[in-house]
Each structure stands twice: as structure tokens, then as C-alpha cells.
């Protein structure tokens, strides 16, 4: 019988009621941005330099064509456009993020600007106005030079700092916001920015400074969390998470190697933010493995700080909900073992590949792979312990040019079925999804050269006219109808 639905559905009544799945009326849909990516006004006023404002100004050659958020799509200054076009959207939240240095000048909360303040107040009145929930994410990257000369996210002491700023947002914002995020991504921040060093600070030392950061991460994301939860939550009544990005890998063949790496690329990529904040500590495997490579290289002890029980209590449970970043999936095999190289490539041993079926974006990286999303949800679910998840981010990537862009539609059409089905089939507690991202912004080190948006944005222009998608218009209807019409169940 259900092969019988599920036929008809793929070949005769497309788009009937009969294959129509509709969302619960309470998940949330919405949009997201980041505040470097998007504010521009880089140094309006009193604010403080960022790193992102240091390396894009003293490397300009790293990113592509020279780009940086200088003026970006200039946010400051085209807020309530921004705002008007997510009403005109109907979405119901909007994932938007705080700037460190914009709030406090030199980081620490001795000196607020109130010109900052004012900013944001503003941002979330118009929200407010609008109906519009804010979902606020308090560090998106960007950190204020003065905290990177005192060491940055390779020094432990950053989570009481940042802990510090995190109460200081709550005290004056936390009558606007009922969700929380407070570090978007460590993977990706410490990865690229303390790793490889393709993202600001620029720091190359890979598979030492990315985990120390991972752990300062922890610990700040931690802290925040508690300080909301015994001050703030009684009389604010909001929620905290984290936003932790994740792709799915596929096994390359059915190999026990390849299966083994995929394990491992699961493991060092969701299991090193997640495992702490589920079990207390990292995965058996990733200290099992660096601790053998770190003797084995000739150290005392491990690559990999030590999560102490101090840090165990504090870091263990320390979350509402998690936000899931999902963009793709990867092919993972084995590779080959190279004890002298101490990088966090080493240590985790994959090779990862992408299927040349896969449709391709404008970048190198992110190609259409719906069902990964649907995998890895329940993957998550069953491995820890079920937690409340967001979709905090899932986009799509073209050229900045494109405005009637199928292939976003075909992505969000697809990622949004991939989530329905985890949801009613799989059981997966998933209560929202938010787009990346309701503008083409810029893009990190690829500066303008592609974009995440709804909506394309002339970057050329002096007013950063803004120009919605086709896709803007599709996403538009789905979150009206609440409903997708072409998604069989399986
Ligand atoms: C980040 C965004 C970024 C997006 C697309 C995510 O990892 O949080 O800031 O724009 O990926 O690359």
C-alpha cells in the first residue's frame, strides 16, 4: 500500500493533496544573516576592529578580488529594507548575529557604545513591529582585536571575557529575545581561522591552536549558557543553544576502511563540538588518536586539551536546543597514515571526495545533497540523545548574477522534504528552519564572488540595491502554505 502511495505520488498526482506534506502550524521558517558579513559601517562611530577587519585589511590578497565587509551589503544603513523584505516574506524568525567590538569597543565591558546599543535596539524594534522573532547569534566570529592581543581563542581566559560580553547582550537585549546562540560554528572558526588559516586571525597551526580554540569555545559557550540560565531565564524566559556546523560523509566503498573514515569524519567535525556538550567530554576516538600521534611525535602529553571534570560539569547539558549549520555531504576513504605531519588532517585520516552526479554550486564545496540532511538528522537524534534541534543554517550558493536561480529552489525544495521526512518518519525533534541567507553578503574568503541569497544585492551600487530571486518568491510560498507539495515519504 504505502509503495502504492508512494508510486503514484512520484508519477501521476505530483502536487496533489494526496502527496502533500505539511509542516506542524508551530515550526518556525526564517532567514539568516551574520553582522560582519552584512553591517558594513566598519568603523562608524566608537566601534572597535574586529580581526575580520584586521586581516581582511592587512591580506587583502586573501580574499578573492580584494572583497571585505567594509560596506558589505551596507545593513547599517538598509535595515529596514532588510526587515520589510523578510515581512514581505512571512517569515517568522530571523537569525541575525551581534558585533563584539560594535557593542563593546575594546571587548571588555568597562566601555559600552551606546551608539552600538542604540543600532541593535533599533534592529529589534523594527523586528518587533514586524512580528518578526529574533534569533540572536552573540558571537559569529568576529572578535575584537583587543581580545585577539590578549591571545584570542588559544587562550583559555577568552570564555570569561566572552562570558562577560554574553551577559552584558543579555542585560540589554534580553527583553527582544527568546533564542539565544551564542558561538556560531567553533569547527569552523578554529579549523579555518587557528588551522589552516584561511579565516581570520589568519593563525596556521594545525592540529594544536584549532583544538586549543575548540576548547575556549566550549568553555565560553558553556559559561554563557549558565549565566543566562541562573540570572537571566527567570525573568527573560528565553532559551539558549549553539549553532554547530556538520556535513554527512558517505562511505567512498563498502570497505570497513572507508566506514572507519567515515566514523572519523563525523568525529572530528560534529563529535568535537557536540560530544562535550551531550557526554562531558570529546570523543573516545579523537583522544584515543591524538594522544597516541601526539606520543608518537615526540610530546609529553596530548595535542588535545584535557577536559577536566571542572570543565566536564560546566560544559556537559549546557544547551536548550541545537542549531544544526547543514550544507552538504561528502564521500570519505581512508587515508593513508603520516605520524611525522602534525595536522588535524592527519589526525583525523580521510580523504573526502563528492560524487560527480552531485550538482555542483558556485563554489568548491557545496553540492546538492538533500539526502544527507535527512541522514545525518536522525544520525544526531539517535547518537545524542535527542536533542531539540534547529536548522540555524542550509544555503545554497550561485553566482552573485543569477536572479531566476532553480537550483536554490531545487535545494530548499529538497532540504526541506530530506527534513519533513526526518521529522514524521524518522522522529527527529526539529521545531524550525532558517535559510542562509536572506541576502548574498560577503562571503568570507571568497569575498562577492558568490552568494547564499534570496536576494541578490548590486554590490556596485552606492544604495546596495536589492533585487529578489526567484527563489525568494518560492520560499516565500512555502512558508505561507506551510506545506511542500512535491515530497513523497519514504
Ligand atoms: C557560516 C556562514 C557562511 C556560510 C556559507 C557557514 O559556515 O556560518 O557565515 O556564510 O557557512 O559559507
Same mark, same amino acid.
Given at each position: 500500500?504505502?509503495? #502504492? ?10 502536487? =496533489? ?21 552584512? $553591517? ?34 551596507? *545593513?547599517?544603513?538598509?535595515?529596514? $529594507?532588510?526587515?520589510?523584505? %523578510? ?31 542604540? *543600532?541593535? @535596539? =533599533? ?21 575584537? %582585536? ?40 567553533? &569547527? ?43 540570572? *537571566?531565564?527567570? =525573568? ?29 569524519? %563525523?568525529?572530528? %567535525? ?8 551531550? &557526554? ?25 586539551? $584535557? ?22 555531504? #561528502? ?79 531545487? &535545494? ?26 536572506? =541576502?548574498?553578503?560577503?562571503?568570507? @574568503? ?45
Amino acid at each position: 500500500m504505502k509503495l #502504492f502511495f508512494l508510486l503514484v505520488c512520484l508519477f501521476i498526482e505530483r502536487g =496533489t493533496p494526496l502527496c502533500q506534506k505539511c509542516f506542524p502550524s508551530d515550526f518556525l521558517w526564517g532567514t539568516a544573516t551574520s553582522s560582519y558579513q552584512i $553591517e558594513g559601517a566598519w568603523n562608524i562611530s566608537d566601534k572597535g576592529e574586529n580581526i575580520w577587519d584586521w586581516f581582511v585589511h592587512t591580506y587583502p590578497e586573501n580574499i578573492t578580488n580584494q572583497g571585505n565587509g567594509d560596506i558589505a551589503s551596507d *545593513f547599517y544603513h538598509h535595515y529596514e $529594507e532588510d526587515i520589510d523584505l %523578510m515581512a514581505n516574506l512571512s517569515a517568522q524568525v530571523y537569525r541575525m548575529s551581534l558585533s563584539w567590538a560594535r557593542i563593546l569597543p575594546n571587548g571588555k565591558r568597562d566601555y559600552i557604545s551606546e551608539e552600538g546599543v542604540n *543600532f541593535y @535596539k =533599533t534592529i529589534f524594534e523594527k523586528l518587533r513591529s514586524k512580528n518578526i522573532e529574533p534569533v540572536v547569534t552573540i558571537y559569529h566570529w568576529e572578535l575584537p %582585536m583587543t581580545m585577539h592581543e590578549l591571545g584570542g581563542w588559544v587562550n583559555p581566559e577568552m570564555a570569561d571575557y566572552f562570558a562577560d560580553y554574553a551577559s552584558v547582550c543579555y542585560e540589554l537585549f534580553g527583553s527582544y529575545v527568546k533564542y539565544w546562540v551564542t558561538v556560531n560554528e567553533p &569547527y569552523m572558526q578554529c579549523i579555518q581561522g587557528y588551522g589552516s588559516g584561511i579565516h581570520a586571525p589568519g593563525i596556521t597551526d594545525t592540529g594544536v591552536a584549532d583544538y586549543q580554540c575548540l576548547y575556549a569555545q566550549l568553555l565560553a559557550h558553556a559559561k554563557a549558557y549558565h549565566i543566562y540560565n541562573d540570572t *537571566f531565564k527567570a =525573568t527573560q524566559n528565553g532559551t539558549v543553544g549553539i549553532a554547530l556546523v556538520s556535513q554527512w560523509y558517505e562511505p567512498l566503498t563498502d570497505s570497513e576502511e572507508d566506514k572507519l573514515a567515515v566514523e572519523r569524519g %563525523m568525529q572530528w %567535525m560534529w563529535g568535537l563540538q557536540m560530544n562535550p556538550i551531550i &557526554y562531558g567530554n570529546w570523543p573516545q576516538i579523537v583522544i584515543d588518536r591524538i594522544g597516541n600521534f601526539s606520543i608518537a611525535q615526540g610530546l609529553n602529553s596530548s595535542r588535545l586539551p $584535557e577536559i577536566t571534570q571542572k570543565d566536564t560539569a560546566l560544559i556537559k547539558g549546557s544547551f536548550d536546543f541545537v542549531g544544526l549549520n547543514y550544507y552538504t555531504t #561528502f564521500y570519505a576513504s581512508a587515508m593513508t597514515e603520516n605520524i611525522s605531519d602534525i595536522s588535524y588532517n592527519s589526525d583525523r585520516g580521510i580523504i573526502q571526495s563528492s560524487d560527480k552526479n552531485w550538482v555542483l554550486g558556485a563554489n568548491t564545496w557545496l553540492h546538492d545533497v538533500p539526502s544527507g540532511l535527512r541522514k545525518i538528522l536522525k544520525w544526531i537524534s539517535i547518537n545524542y540523545r535527542s536533542p531539540r534541534i534547529l536548522i540555524t543554517e542550509n544555503g545554497w550558493s550561485d553566482l552573485p548574477e543569477v536572479v531566476n536561480d532553480t537550483e536554490r529552489i531545487n &535545494y530548499i525544495q529538497g532540504h526541506t522534504c530530506s527534513l519533513l521526512q526526518a521529522k514524521y518518519v524518522d522522529q527527529v525533534d526539529v521545531f524550525g528552519y532558517i535559510y542562509w541567507s536572506l =541576502t548574498n553578503s560577503f562571503e568570507w @574568503k571568497t569575498g562577492y564572488s558568490e552568494g547564499f541569497g534570496l536576494i541578490q544585492i548590486d554590490f556596485n551600487s552606492p544604495n546596495r540595491t536589492r533585487t529578489p530571486r526567484a527563489s525568494y518568491y518560492y520560499y516565500k510560498n512555502l512558508i505561507e502554505t506551510n506545506c511542500l507539495k512535491h515530497c513523497a515519504f519514504r
